[in-house]
């Protein structure tokens, strides 16, 4: 028996969803506004403490290589939440986060942190060259959840899963590609095309622009110029049902679908001929949008000759959003519950190395930005 929760820190809510895999009851079920935790990170700890739980897997930034919250040294957990001196002082999001994760390295709960995709040894190094976002530690857990839906839902041993995973979120989109069980390759929220909030990658031009016109930096630019903005919008008074509504002809909801089909194209000469596409994250379950992305999808890859199966990811939260489901079931693998030959399969005991191991600009320039944020 394994009692096993897991945490998904997202843009707009934390959640938090627990099951006990002998009764298959689930423990917790609980979603909670992201601006809370901001202003108080013990909220979480005080949550955790009342579970009773085996094995918890907390919110780990954008990776650390599989272990014990108290095995990790607080230059991972600075790597993993980086940014600026500047950007600590003005207490984004990311702060809040890294003060829960520093609380839960000093708990003597069985709490994990695990990696992102970038750290994990199914992907060939020259696809994570000059990355450092292709899907945050969290895109990893809709991941599992993924990988288990297709191995339950066909009948399928899980070394025998394919698929592309697209997560639509509140602030990125995100699309990763997994072969026999295996994540093969990512596109982060930050490094592909624009979300709802962020723009996705930056044209190298206007990041040169931007960092020599504005007198600072901020990680909040990377919360900008998402279709959110090109609708003229702020996405924190005017909800997706609402954008989806007003904006269901406009450039800005154009601008979404299509972005969402070329990360989809990016990953297919990784993977030709996905078995499924899944789909998860807030906007999927819009019925509308639903539709219009599932057309769009369809049409696009069946002028290539491919026809896989298209559908939203099946689940059993009520409150919580897809990554906290599958945060527990990593943690329900990791603690040899029913879920261990995923975490097997997935080989991520086998995670390594940091997210800032595949730059290539000089070793002077990756010293540096080491030395800055660890």
Do not use: W
Not at 298 to 319: E, H, S, V, W, Y
């Amino acid at each position: 028996m394994v009692r096993a929760v897991g945490i998904d820190p997202g843009t707009k809510s934390m959640d938090i969803f627990g099951f006990d895999d002998e009764t298959d009851e689930t423990i917790i079920d609980e979603s909670i506004p992201r601006d809370k935790i901001t202003e108080n990170p013990g909220i979480i700890m005080e949550i955790l403490k009342d579970l009773d739980a085996d094995v918890i897997v907390g919110p780990s930034g954008y990776g650390i290589p599989l272990k014990r919250a108290r095995d990790t040294e607080i230059s991972e957990i600075n790597m993993a939440t980086f940014i600026t001196e500047n950007d600590f002082k003005k207490r984004l999001k990311i702060v809040g986060l890294r003060e829960l994760m520093i609380m839960m390295k000093n708990s003597d709960m069985n709490i994990y942190f695990t990696p992102g995709v970038i750290q994990l040894p199914t992907i060939p190094e020259y696809r994570k060259v000059n990355k450092i976002d292709m899907g945050t530690a969290d895109k990893l857990f809709s991941v599992v959840l993924g990988i288990k839906d297709q191995s339950e839902s066909l009948g399928i041993e899980y070394s025998d899963v394919s698929l592309i995973l697209i997560e639509i979120g509140f602030a990125y989109t995100a699309a990763i590609a997994v072969n026999e069980g295996k994540v093969i390759d990512g596109v982060g929220g930050t490094s592909g095309f624009p979300g709802y909030m962020g723009m996705g990658f930056m044209d190298s031009e206007l990041a040169y622009a931007v960092s020599n016109t504005i007198e600072e930096f901020s990680k909040l630019i990377l919360f900008c110029g998402g279709v959110a903005d090109i609708a003229g919008i702020n996405p924190l008074e005017k909800s997706p049902d609402e954008f989806i509504e007003s904006e269901g002809d406009g450039i800005a909801y154009k601008a979404f679908i299509e972005s969402i089909i070329k990360d989809l194209a990016i990953l297919l000469p990784s993977i030709r001929e996905p078995r499924e596409i899944l789909l998860s994250g807030r906007f999927t379950r819009i019925n509308s949008f639903f539709k219009d992305i599932e057309l769009e999808i369809r049409q696009f890859l069946n002028a290539m000759g491919i026809n896989p199966t298209i559908r939203t990811l099946n689940r059993r939260a009520k409150n919580v959003k897809e990554g906290a489901e599958g945060a527990a079931i990593m943690a329900n693998g990791i603690g040899n519950g029913k879920y261990s030959k995923l975490i097997e399969n997935m080989e991520l005991r086998n995670s390594s190395g940091t997210i800032f191991d595949h730059i290539y600009l000089g070793d002077e320039i990756k010293k540096r930005i080491i030395k800055r944020f660890c």
